[in-house]
């Protein structure tokens, strides 16, 4: 029999704010975190504008020589680790580390100390390299930089899958302590890719949202006018236990993880399969794990990127699934229209939404929706929260490659 799996801890840095609360206060608020981008020149892109993180205070959290030997995703993802574990509330003295693990992912990684690196090479040679170029870049270091920082010895590894990448982490992490591999585990995901590279090819690939006025506004899922995503960086992350112990140890439960659903559209390296074949496949599989019908679910945290396909395609997916219930009774949104889209990161921070939800019983808004779209027929909780009684919620996550990741969570 399978274990139960709770989170009892939440973490996250992104454009919305740089703590859980924060964060949900801003989504609640209808407050964009997308303007202009400072990380970069950007005097030469067609494209200007992202959801920074902005005003973290890094050494709140770490010392300044790990935050010089760690690319920017690594010390987002360690930044919302700390807070997760601090507000799990666990006495590290007393857990077995050896049975408590980390599945943290991101879906590019270093980008920023890969970028850095080959102008160093370019402008001045091979031997100039660092010695930290690799460590500091790949994308399983964030996940072995927060097992090492609390000395976690379980199963400990990187996903990476895209824009799914958080939710296949999380996922993961939930079987772990359903078949007793663990009982404890810190799942999520973590990006930083607002670099000339990123940016320079999200753009020429004609994947981003082009927009003259307010860059707050760029980000609009489901709106007929939509053209395009928002880049954004962050991280993601939860603290999972088995739900006997967390219940003992008298934690704060926030909800449960009760399925998860991983399919492939095996269709086309960016294009969502018609209709939305995957994705209708992976909210099926979810809630067929945790054997609930449709009409269970009160809200569903879209992948609602803002692109004209994956709008459509996620649309025609959860009508597929939820049939007449998607418009009579469930409510969808993006928080993405605030966000923008974090890649790797997206279905940490998203459920993090999903877990305030629960407690709060109001769905975060999707802004800048002016325009109806035929095609996008269902109650995306226009420009205003939505407060309803939310006992179950559902997170989609989609990404590059036909990789479908959905997270099913409950109150408890």
């Known amino acids: 029999m399978k274990r139960r799996v709770v989170v009892t801890g939440l973490g996250t840095v992104n454009p919305c704010g740089n703590t859980p609360d924060i964060y949900w206060q801003n989504l609640l608020a209808g407050h964009s975190g997308v303007g202009s981008i400072t990380h970069f020149d950007t005097t030469d892109f067609k494209v200007d504008f992202a959801g920074e993180v902005r005003d973290l205070d890094t050494e709140q959290y770490l010392d300044s020589r790990e935050i010089r030997r760690m690319d920017l995703y690594s010390i987002y993802a360690m930044v919302a680790a700390i807070q997760a574990m601090e507000d799990s509330g666990l006495d590290l003295e007393a857990i077995d580390h050896n049975r408590a693990g980390v599945v943290v992912g991101s879906g590019i990684g270093g980008i920023h100390t890969f970028e850095d690196q080959c102008r160093t090479y370019f402008e001045k040679g091979n031997r100039r390299i660092s010695p930290f170029?690799?460590?500091?870049?790949?994308?399983?270091?964030?996940?072995?930089?927060?097992?090492?920082?609390?000395?976690?010895?379980?199963?400990?590894?990187?996903?990476?899958?895209?824009?799914?990448?958080?939710?296949?982490?999380?996922?993961?992490a939930v079987k772990h302590i359903q078949y007793g591999d663990a009982d404890i585990m810190v799942a999520g995901g973590s990006e930083a890719t607002i670099s000339p590279m990123a940016v320079g090819g999200f753009t020429n690939m004609k994947a981003l949202a082009k927009y003259e006025g307010d860059p707050t506004e760029a980000s609009r899922p489901f709106d007929a006018d939509r053209n395009g995503f928002v880049i954004g960086e962050g991280a993601g992350i939860v603290i999972l236990e088995e739900?006997?112990?967390?219940?003992?140890?008298?934690?704060?439960?926030y909800a449960e993880i009760l399925g998860n659903g991983f399919t492939a559209d095996a269709h086309h390296i960016t294009m969502p399969a018609p209709e939305g074949d995957g994705a209708a496949r992976a909210m099926q599989q979810a809630l067929d794990e945790a054997r609930l019908t449709p009409d269970k679910v009160q809200y569903i945290n879209a992948h609602g990127t803002s692109t004209p396909l994956n709008d459509a395609t996620e649309t025609s997916a959860i009508k597929t699934v939820f049939g007449e219930y998607a418009k009579n009774g469930l409510v969808v949104s993006s928080t993405k229209s605030m966000t923008g889209h974090l890649l790797g990161a997206a279905g940490g921070v998203e459920l993090l939404a999903c877990v305030f939800a629960i407690r709060d019983n109001v769905v975060p808004p999707t802004i800048n929706y002016n325009t109806p779209d035929p095609e996008c027929d269902l109650n995306y909780s226009p420009n205003a929260p939505s407060e309803i009684p939310v006992k179950i919620a559902m997170s989609n996550t989609f990404g590059f490659g036909g990789h479908n990741a959905v997270i099913l969570v409950a109150g408890v």
Do not use: Q, W
């Open 133 to 172: 170029f690799v460590p500091m870049m790949i994308s399983d270091i964030a996940a072995g930089h927060i097992s090492m920082h609390y000395n976690l010895k379980g199963p400990n590894y990187s996903v990476t899958s895209a824009c799914a990448t958080a939710s296949h982490a999380i996922g993961n």
């Open 243 to 253: 739900y006997e112990a967390a219940k003992s140890r008298g934690a704060n439960i």
